[in-house]
């Protein structure tokens, strides 16, 4: 649901305070959505605190800018804060191992990180080794994942997952894990799938350990609620599983068949379709057992959800439950269920990766320019033998100096400036005219949204006013690139500025990028009161940068971009804190993102062939006399530098 949201400083009217970083935080809600890690500082800066069992360390995102800026480092820039992802990976680990003593469940919990959340080494390696207290595992649904993760996965004691579909190759490289003594579990997503393990299983002389998906008949709510239900694109019916198994059994493979796998989607935003799946797949794997086929894994999939708007409900970018609340129905749900059925505990496997990584990293980046609505200055005095529909725009703007009616002013405005259009097309209106009645015809909407702030009841049409005269924050990123889900599954994203949070924004905007394309906006934000169109945003001043942050973005995002404008990968930060450091931080690398050599390359194109025609076409001047031999050989060395550079705009001071 979207919400109005009122210009900035109508609520003044009545309550006329200095502002402060608290109603900053009531207008951003950084804490609703910053799982703790995030607080508006005093200063007015946004404030880190990367490690939940650490809450003394605390970084000044300024001076994470800062730090940047002075190694040189060119905006955009990614983000990743690592003590957020170990911080995360503990958090998920602990939670089950407490409620697991707490409930008085039998079997352990081992996890694994799905790696097609976010497949970044740096990511995938600082999980599995903050994993390793816990043998946390690695997920992988492809080839190219399988085969990463059979080289990071290392620890013998912790899970590999193998999901999604696979080939003869595969099936080899699954075994191949068995053999470097790896626990690889894969989990037939189609029938078939299994004749292709156990026949190559056989070939090879190595024993699986096998799971069965099951096409749940339980669906998620949210966004991904294809997931489950008869038409899920994955799993076996109950009568395929039965058959599975009984397969197995006849190949003498029995004892193979491990574990019992189910998801019904990510970012789950009712805890009521996490408690119905955990009810439908703990009866499942307690009558194979009771038709003798011991099952030792329930493997509970992904769907943990993330608080992106921070309202804690069953919007499709929220969610009604905590990361507790979610483990204890598992735990609980399970316990449950085989105690009534007198079958052994299983030992408890869960996929989520949106939790796991979501917060550890944001995309910083400048806003450097402001497309006004209404920014043109026109002379609109009368002029002789003037049109009647400009004197008639005119009349109306003046009789707002008196008493007037919003509504009715609003439709002969909209209805002058209509009929402008239409006698302008006739060879009727001139263009003067025309520039004219537009001028006064923004006037007019000025005036009135000023009005609007004394309504108690705003109609409709008039609602949109708000939205049609805000301003267009200029960004220097691509949605396409940074938060591809913005823009094509509407996710909602949480935008802040990073600095002056204890001044009043008072321009109420958009957030538009800088490719050239019209879906490239940012015009959904979390705010007090629910998503709106426009966030307000501080005023830009000429001598100082201005810096938003777009949060959330450490899974999917980070690596589902595209080449859209062929901008490409951003400049990479990787921050740890440490509180020995005066700041409570160091940058502990920087990936560089990609130069234009880079995107041009992968379209094909030749780096060196470019810089010889753009040189080729210099020389011919030279010889002809145009450019002189000093201008032309520092026109080459600049298209070659250029070549090299960056791929987003220089928009530093
Ligand atoms: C995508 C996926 C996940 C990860 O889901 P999250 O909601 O990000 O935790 C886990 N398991 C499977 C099979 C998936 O396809």
């Given at each position: ?27 951003y809600g950084v804490k609703r959505w910053g799982g703790g890690y995030f607080e508006i500082g005093?200063?007015?800066n946004l404030h880190i605190t990367p490690d939940h069992s650490n809450p003394a360390m605390r970084i000044d995102f300024k001076a994470v800018i800062?730090e940047i800026?002075?190694e040189?480092i060119?905006f955009p820039v990614v983000i990743r804060f690592h003590d957020i992802l170990r911080s995360q990976v503990a958090e998920l680990n602990q939670t089950f ?14 996890g694994v990180y799905p790696v097609k959340v976010n497949q970044m080494r740096e990511v995938v390696e600082e999980i599995v080794e903050a994993g390793a207290p816990f043998?946390y595992g690695l997920e992988a649904g492809?080839?190219?994942e399988?085969?990463t993760v059979?080289?990071y996965n290392?620890?013998?004691?912790a ?107 990510s970012q ?34 992904g769907g943990l959800g993330i608080d992106y708007d921070g ?6 970018s929220s969610r009604?439950?905590s990361m507790a609340?979610y483990v ?22 869960s996929e989520s990766g949106r939790a796991i990584t979501a917060h550890h990293s944001c995309v910083v980046t ?111 990123f691509?949605v396409?690139q940074s938060c591809a889900d913005t823009?094509?599954?509407?996710q909602v994203l949480p935008v802040i500025p990073l ?23 940012i015009?959904?934000?979390v ?20 810096y938003m942050g777009l949060f959330l973005t450490g899974a999917y995002q980070d690596v589902m971009g ?7 990968r951003l400049n990479e930060v990787h921050i740890y804190g440490h509180d020995?450091d005066?700041q409570d931080f160091y940058i502990e690398e920087f990936v560089p993102g ?60």
């Open positions: 649901m979207r919400v109005f949201l009122r210009q900035p400083g109508a609520n003044n009217m009545t309550d006329k305070h200095d502002w402060t970083i608290d109603d900053a935080e009531r207008l005093e200063n007015g800062d800026k002075e040189g060119q191992r407490n409620t697991i003593a707490e409930a008085g469940y039998d079997s352990p919990y081992m043998n492809s080839k190219a399988l085969l059979l080289a290392t620890n013998e004691g899970l590999t997952i193998l999901n999604g579909y696979k080939d003869e190759e595969v099936m080899q490289l699954a075994l191949l894990g068995r053999k470097m003594g790896r626990k690889v579990i894969v989990v037939v997503e189609k029938y078939s799938e299994l004749l292709l393990l156990v026949k190559n299983a056989k070939q090879l002389g190595i024993e699986p350990m096998i799971g069965l998906r099951s096409k749940m008949t339980v669906k998620g709510r949210g966004k991904w609620e294809s997931s489950g239900g008869d038409r899920a694109k994955f799993g076996l019916t109950i009568a395929e599983i039965i058959n599975a198994a009984r397969y197995l059994k006849e190949q003498g493979m029995g004892h193979c068949l491990k574990l019992l796998h189910f998801h019904i989607g789950l935003t009712d805890i009521r379709s996490v408690k119905d799946a955990i009810g439908e797949g703990a009866r499942i794997y307690a009558e194979m057992h009771h038709m003798g086929f011991p099952l030792e894994y329930v493997d509970v999939g309202s804690k409900s069953t919007n499709e009604n439950y609340e204890a129905d598992v735990v609980y749900g399970m316990k449950e269920v085989c105690d009534l059925e007198n079958v052994p505990h299983p030992t408890l496997v400048q806003i450097f320019g402001e497309i006004k609505a209404n920014s043109s200055e026109f002379a609109t005095e009368a002029a002789e033998e003037e049109h009647i529909l400009v004197s008639n725009m005119r009349s109306l703007a003046d009789s707002l100096q008196g008493e007037y009616d919003l509504q009715e002013t609003f439709n002969d405005a909209a209805q002058y400036k209509e009929q402008t259009l239409a006698a302008f097309k006739l060879s009727v209106v001139t263009l003067e005219e025309l520039a004219k009645v537009e001028t006064l015809y923004w006037e007019i909407m000025t005036e009135l949204q000023k009005g609007l702030r004394n309504l108690e009841f705003i109609p409709e049409e008039l609602q949109e006013l708000d939205y049609s005269l805000s301003s267009q924050y200029l960004c220097n691509s396409f823009w094509a599954i509407d600095t002056r949070m204890n001044e009043e924004p008072t321009v109420n905007c958009s957030l538009v990028d800088i490719t050239c394309d019209s879906d490239g906006k015009d959904q934000f705010c007090e009161h629910g998503i709106t169109d426009v966030i307000p945003m501080h005023k830009l001043k000429k001598d100082e940068e201005y595209d080449m859209h404008n062929l901008f490409g020995d005066p990609s130069s234009v050599e880079n995107v041009l390359s992968i379209m094909q194109y030749h780096p060196s062939a470019l810089a010889q025609s753009v040189k080729k076409s210099i020389d011919k001047h030279i010889a002809a006399g145009d450019i002189k031999p000093r201008e032309g050989v520092k026109w080459i060395d600049f298209y070659e530098k250029c070549l090299q550079g960056y791929t987003y705009l220089k928009t530093s001071l």
